[in-house]
């Protein structure tokens, strides 16, 4: 406070506060609110403050009597500034931890200060700023109260880092205010008194401040949060979790905190003295905690710095160790290497366990090394004397060797080894072990070493592929640029020199000549229409009678200042001439290439004055070229890899819809509903007995499981379904899928138990897909034994069916596997070169070498015994077929039981590998072969029917190639005991191969939107190539076949001659292996060959390709077919079918005029062809006579001649046909689960 005081009163205020110092001293209390134990007691400060105001014993009494207190305790009596003599102050107490320092403009109050009323008149003294003597002072207006915040217990102490500190206070409930009618009254002069402690109302919970009371006792454990050890371990990573800081209480305002207008304390202005008090110790509490933390994490960061260092500094060390013994390891290899034998295996103790071990124990690329075999680890290869080593490198692409091995001592001690050198482009070493023919192969899967040191095996595939691809460009680039400088002579002939005249013009010249270097060029543009009078000119320059294409592309400008009149309109271009040529080869367009001027085809073409390259010239002729190449081939890839992306989409496209139509073909049976259900669904299966052999059932049961009928864990017992209505024709049935079903199975019965009947979907069961399982649909495992597989050994269409159906099920996602005897014309197919060396074994009599390779993206496995069995140079032809196909079925099963091979399926086709299903069941299932189930497909009845009939009796299941086929030979003999298992699948096309918009030899490639412009050209380049009329717009009808008795060979020769009575052009192409037959038809050819009749008798299937997009129609007329492949590539290639309906051609082709509803069933899996759309694609006859033939094919050449657009929409509408492996590959996936389970 600032005021003035008398000397008397401030004496008696001075020696009663230094009584008070004494009485505070000797009880153990810090005098003027000083600090006791890290705890301030403002409370005891404004005590002191108050007896220094206290004046003389008058105060006491005028309090004790309850006169008016002196103006000096009045409100506002504080706050005035002194006038007069400067105040005498208590000494300012030290500010407690967290308190603002004084002066700082913004300190908390810490002393209970009151406002006093002004002192009556016989004090002496005046306040500063109050009214003139003899005028009363009006008394100011109290401020209101505010709500004291209630009190916070302060928790016991706790020790982090040995630091004192209190953990968070938890907050308490407010305590209810005291009743004022229980409280004593205590006068402010008893309360600063230092004789007496005013004890604390009863309501107040804790002790009162003045008192020295020993620290009370701490709470429960449960109370506060243990104490933190003095710091977490100081590990990279570890952040310290920071200590919670209570927050601090609103510290009141001094003014709230006692009533001005009473001189006596009440218990509601001690409490708020109190809480006062509280909340400045607790905002001290939280500055301290904040302290605190801030020190505990500074800390830690610390220690964890310090341990990052550290860890850092062990890391560079161990590194450095590491490179110090690999640089030793490297250096050392060598004399590791030329160690003494027995010291390796000393050293090794043998290779312990293993069978074999190698020195060093890395090979290394560039270095010599060892590898040791332990004989009595192998069953093959113990007691044996002479054992070899089969090893090669990169998956045996490189460095095959094999070896005799040195024995460590004598033959009959249990070591050999075998010392070689790692070459540097290898990342693995493949090798096995061999001993009087067993093998020790790791179980077939040969054994393997990585390479260290060198190329990873991705990096050594690209620098092998760059460097093939470089010494390839090397090659062509040479040859290229030789044979420019050997025809140079040649190419000069006949090109102008100079200038270039046309038309009596000068068209192309130079200023000063064409010579190497920059030469300016002109041409003359005027009559030339070609980019509009004022459109830009482009020029494209080649050199050399344009020997690498198009070299230079360059926008010609008009010349300033040049004649320009009906015959001069001249543009110029600086144009940069190698030194290598010997003619500038020039044509023009437009900017936008829409129009070309390339001097009615024969170029512009000037000579170089002056040529005469050196050989550095041309080698860097040579360079530029390679470069030229590698940026084509570039161009390739990337347009391949579009094209690639593009029919990979409608790929899935085309496989989405042939699900569709599986399952609308189905959809008058079983639905589900949602029709694409998921794991954890809710589904509702509707059955229409109505339309199975159920239709007379009263009562339907439902027998379900999931994924193949695999889990277990998850099945459908026989249960009743339920009509929704009494009238209704379906039952239903609900269930929930569990999560990890990818599959759902059904059958459906009359009954349960013995003597029910069955709707079992002719054995296939009834299977809807499940989206979104927690598992994954495992693969299967399909192994094909056949003799023929496309393009590598293709007689007939059962090349094409190996090849195609293996492809259409490994894009199922499963595994497929070919076996093929090793013919001897394999070793000169340039589609075989590099084959791998997987096993060899001794069976049947021989030694058994098997390789494999990759075909058209199926590993194909090559069987190649020692007795020459296939040492021919073709797959049928000799009087031994049976038995040398025989010997194979049994190698391949010998192959498989060999490398402990155990496929789901083994496929094998016809006659030729019929043998397989007998062969399997008598004598490998029993002996370790066991796994597999056999498929047996029929291609074709007329040939080898005994072994076929052995086949349908030892497979699980038997197919053949079409249904109308299936139905055909039912009867017969070899199939008629097992009809029960024998299933009509219709084979289909590979659409990658036979696809005109990709297709390599074709003119131009085509879509069904182009086909006009596609055909067109591939029929010029026909009629081109066999001296047909060429350009004509007649009509083409095409065979391509072979020429025996079933593909209907008068039917043939008749289609010829009417052919071309009706104006059409004829082209046959095919070969008769019975040579009075192609007798015939080269008679037929030297009488009517000519310009609308062209006959190649050959098997030639490039030719093939060029015949199917040139024809307009393709006669098929078979006797019998049991599918046939050309009238599906016929119309993939827009070519309309004309065919005899017998077997597969009768399931394949429907009829314009008379089959528009079962071509809507067949293709679109609709029951309303006006609804689906007409799926028509073709003319078909039944009978075998001429009438038959000509009524079909008369009816295609009238829409040909009569209605050409609705022709052409026809040819487009059949090339949009889907007639690819996506429906019969879903429908052998099915078959073969049925032989599984069956």
């Known amino acids: 406070m600032a005021f003035a005081m008398s000397s008397e009163a401030m004496a008696c205020a001075s020696s009663r506060a230094n009584l008070s110092l004494r009485a505070s001293a000797k009880r153990g ?87 006093a009323p002004p002192p009556p008149p016989d004090m002496g003294f005046s306040i500063p700023g109050g009214p003139p003597a003899g005028e009363q002072a009006v008394p100011e207006t109290p401020p209101p109260v505010p709500p004291v915040a209630p009190a916070v217990p302060v928790p016991p102490q706790v020790s982090v880092a040995n630091t004192t500190y209190a953990p968070p206070v938890p907050p308490v409930a407010p305590t209810p205010a005291p009743t004022p009618a229980r409280t004593p009254a205590y006068s402010k002069q008893d309360m600063y008194s230092t004789q007496a402690v005013v004890p604390p109302p009863a309501e107040f919970p804790y002790p009162y401040p003045a008192a020295a009371a020993p620290a009370p006792p701490p709470p429960a454990a449960a109370a506060f949060p ?63 905690l904040a302290r605190l933390q801030a020190e505990a994490q500074a800390e830690v960061v610390r220690l964890q710095a310090e341990a990052a260092a550290a860890a850092i500094r062990a890391e560079r060390e161990a590194a450095s160790e590491a490179k110090r013994k690999e640089e030793i390891f490297l250096k050392t290899i060598p004399e590791q290497v030329r160690k003494d034998p027995w010291d390796h295996v000393k050293q090794t103790m043998g290779g312990g366990n293993n069978l074999f071990f190698t020195v060093p124990e890395r090979l290394v ?140 013009r000068v068209v192309f010249k130079s200023d000063r000549g064409i010579k190497p270097g920059v030469t300016h ?88 004055e002056g040529s005469n390259a050196s050989n550095e010239e041309w080698d860097a002729r040579i360079q530029e070229r390679i470069v ?106 609900e269930m929930v899928i569990p999560t990890d079903a990818w599959m759902m199975d059904f059958v459906f019965s009359d009954g349960v ?57 490994q894009d199922e996602g499963n595994l497929v596997e070919v076996i093929l005897p090793k013919y001897q014309f394999f070793n000169a197919s340039p589609m075989l070169g590099n084959m791998e060396f997987e096993v060899e074994f001794e069976a049947l009599g021989t030694r058994i070498v098997v390789t494999k390779h990759v075909v058209e993206a199926i590993t194909v496995f090559f069987v190649e015994p020692g007795n020459g069995m296939f040492n021919c140079d073709s797959v049928y032809g000799r009087n031994d077929d049976g038995v040398r196909f025989d010997f194979f079925c049994n190698a391949a099963l010998e192959f498989l039981l060999q490398t402990n091979r155990q496929p789901d399926i083994l496929h094998c086709h016809d006659w030729s590998t019929a043998t397989v299903a007998a062969s399997y069941w008598q004598n490998y299932h029993h002996n370790g072969l066991w796994k597999p189930k056999v498929v047996f497909t029929i291609h074709n009845m007329n040939y080898g029917q005994m072994k076929i009939g052995e086949a349908c009796h030892h497979a699980q299941l038997t197919t053949t190639v079409s249904p109308s086929y299936a139905g055909e030979v039912s009867g017969h003999a070899a199939v008629r005991d097992n009809l029960h298992k024998f299933h009509g699948v219709r084979n289909g096309i590979d659409s990658e191969i036979w696809d005109p918009g990709t297709d390599q030899f074709l003119p131009m490639n085509y879509t069904a939107e182009n086909h006009l412009d596609g055909k067109r050209r591939a029929r010029e380049e026909i009629q081109q190539r066999f001296g047909l009329t060429w350009g004509s717009d007649q009509p083409m009808v095409a065979v391509v076949s072979r020429l025996t008795g079933q593909k209907g060979l008068d039917l043939i020769k008749h289609s010829i001659h009417h052919s071309l009575k009706r104006g059409a052009q004829f082209v046959l192409l095919g070969s008769a292996p019975d040579p009075k037959v192609q007798g015939d038809f080269q008679a037929m050819a030297n009488a009517i060959g000519g310009p ?79 609804v689906s759309g007409d799926a028509t694609n073709g003319f078909s006859f039944e009978g075998t006579d001429t009438g038959g033939l000509e009524y079909a094919l008369d009816r295609g050449l009238d829409t040909y001649y009569n209605d050409p657009a609705w022709f052409r929409q026809f040819q487009e509408r059949i090339m949009r046909q889907d007639w690819s492996w996506n429906r019969p590959a879903l429908d052998y996936i099915e078959l073969y689960y049925s032989a599984i389970r069956g």
């Open 1092 to 1170: 609308n009749a062209a006959f190649a008798f050959a098997f030639d299937e490039p030719l093939s390709h060029l015949v199917y997009a040139a024809a307009d129609f393709v006669l098929v007329p078979s006797m019998f077919e049991p599918c046939g492949l050309t009238q599906m590539i016929s119309m993939r290639y827009g070519a309309v079918p004309v065919v005899r309906a017998t077997g597969g051609l009768r399931d394949t082709i429907f009829d314009v005029d008379t089959e528009k509803d079962r071509a809507a069933w067949e293709v679109d899996g609709s029951s309303d062809w006006r």
């Open 521 to 608: 060029v002109m041409f003359n543009k005027a009559l030339n229409p070609i980019g509009g009078p004022e459109g830009a000119i482009r020029l494209h320059v080649g050199f050399n009678k344009f020997a690498q294409g198009f070299e230079l592309e360059l926008i010609m400008d008009r010349i300033k200042g040049a004649p320009f009149d009906a015959e001069n309109d001249w543009f110029g271009v600086d144009v940069q001439i190698p030194p290598t040529a010997y003619t500038v080869d020039m044509v023009v367009s437009d900017e936008s290439k829409d129009n070309w001027d390339n001097n009615d085809g024969y170029d512009y073409r000037l000579l170089v």
């Open 226 to 288: 243990a104490a933190a050890p003095a710091y977490p371990a100081a590990t990279p990573g570890y952040q310290a979790a920071p200590v919670p800081v209570p927050p601090a209480a609103p510290v009141p305002d001094l003014a709230s905190v006692f009533d001005a207008d009473s001189p006596v304390l009440t218990t509601a202005e001690i409490e708020r003295a109190i809480a006062l008090e509280t909340a400045q110790l607790a905002q001290a509490h939280a500055m301290e």
């Open 365 to 504: 690329v560039g270095n010599p090394a060892r590898v040791y075999v332990n004989k009595q680890r192998s069953d093959a290869l113990r007691g044996k004397h002479n054992v070899r080593l089969f090893a090669g490198f990169n998956d045996w692409k490189i460095g095959k060797w094999d070896t005799a091995m040195i024995p460590v001592g004598s033959d009959a001690d249990d070591y050999a080894y075998s010392e070689f050198n790692v070459p540097d482009l290898a990342y693995g070493m493949n090798f096995v072990f061999e001993a009087d023919g067993q093998f020790e192969n790791s179980g077939g899967d040969n054994f393997f070493l990585d390479v260290h040191y060198g190329k990873s095996k991705e990096e050594v595939e690209k620098f092998l592929r760059d460097k093939a691809a470089y010494e390839k460009d090397l090659a062509e680039a040479t040859n290229a640029c030789d044979q420019e400088k050997y025809e140079a002579g040649m190419r000069k002939e006949g090109v102008a020199s100079g200038e270039l005249h046309k038309d009596g």
């Open 753 to 809: 138990g013995p003597g029910s009947t069955y709707d079992n979907h002719f054995g296939r069961d009834y299977h809807f897909p499940v989206e979104d399982s927690t598992t994954e649909k495992p693969p299967l495992h399909v192994c094909h034994i056949a003799v023929e597989m496309a393009p590598i050994a293709k007689v007939g269409g059962l090349g094409d069916v190996v090849t195609a159906l293996a492809r259409a099920i």
């Open 29 to 115: 209390l810090a005098p003027f609110g000083g600090v006791r134990g890290g705890v301030r007691a403002p409370l005891r400060e404004a005590k002191g403050g108050a007896r220094k105001m206290a004046g003389s014993k008058r105060c006491e009494t005028r309090a004790e009597a309850g006169e008016q207190p002196p103006a000096w305790m009045q409100p506002g009596g504080s706050d005035q500034a002194s006038t007069s003599t400067p105040p005498q102050t208590a000494p300012t107490p030290p500010p407690a931890y967290g308190s603002p320092a004084p002066g700082s403009g913004s300190a908390i109050p810490s002393y209970i200060q009151r406002r």
């Open 628 to 733: 030229y190449l590698s940026k084509m081939r570039e161009q390739a890839e990337a347009a391949a890899k579009i094209a690639w992306k593009t029919r990979l989409k409608k790929r899935e496209a085309a496989h989405k819809e042939a699900t569709l139509v599986t399952r609308r073909q189905s959809a008058h049976i079983i639905t589900c509903e949602p029709p694409y259900p998921k794991a954890g669904d809710l589904v509702k299966i509707s059955y229409h007995p109505t339309n199975t052999n159920l239709g007379l059932a009263t009562d339907v049961y439902i027998t379900g499981g999931f994924n193949r009928w695999t889990l277990e864990t998850a099945e459908v017992p026989a249960t009743m379904m339920t009509r929704p209505t009494a009238t209704a024709d379906f039952v239903e049935f």
